[in-house]
């Protein structure tokens, strides 16, 4: 029982951080906010983040009430994880798996953008696809000190395999314990 309650937890607070993280890094990145994924993101965490807006100034270039909310919402999710699992942890070494488990996400994020962007281009090469169009634009910062490196072969890009890859690396060097990951 006590595992399937934790495995909710995690996925559920996993699914509900990524939406804040996406709109975060949307809106660090300039993304068209137009797009009908962006609309439904800006919807479903405007009442934690319209509220948040009212108290914590607005910054020009990055959005602090919803970097504020999302690292509170890690911080509940990783107590409450932690909490189920009946793991004693004091409030920094908390503050330090919240802020882990935040970059874990991150790079996850990527890893899985990537990933369906790559999938997405060879279903639909050169076609128009509002889901492509943003993960073109959450990926291309990612990708683009990549292919300066690595230029495309042939007409084949390599970069989203090495940017994987690196992911992946940084993803094991990080020092989570397998519960929290």
Do not use: C
């Not at 509220?51 to 504020?68: F, H, Q």
């Amino acid at each position: 029982m006590r595992d399937s309650l934790f495995f909710l937890i995690r996925v559920l607070s996993h699914l509900y951080l990524l939406l804040f993280l996406l709109r975060f890094i949307m809106q660090w990145i300039r993304a068209d906010f137009y797009n009908p994924l962006a609309q439904f993101i800006v919807r479903a965490t405007d009442p934690l983040v319209i509220p948040a807006r009212k108290i914590i100034p607005a910054s020009a270039t990055i959005d602090v009430p919803t970097l504020v909310v999302l690292l509170v919402l890690q911080v509940a999710a990783t107590w409450l994880l932690l909490s189920v699992a009946s793991v004693p942890t004091g409030a920094l070494q908390l503050l330090e798996f919240a802020f882990l488990r935040l970059i874990t996400l991150t790079l996850s994020l990527y890893t899985w953008t990537i990933l369906v962007q790559v999938i997405l281009s060879w279903v639909s090469p050169g076609g128009y696809h509002p889901l492509g169009m943003i993960l073109g634009e959450l990926n291309e910062p990612v990708l683009r000190p990549i292919r300066r490196i690595l230029p495309p072969i042939s007409g084949l890009d390599l970069s989203p395999l090495l940017a994987v890859i690196l992911i992946q690396a940084v993803s094991l060097a990080i020092p989570l314990p397998n519960l929290l990951r």
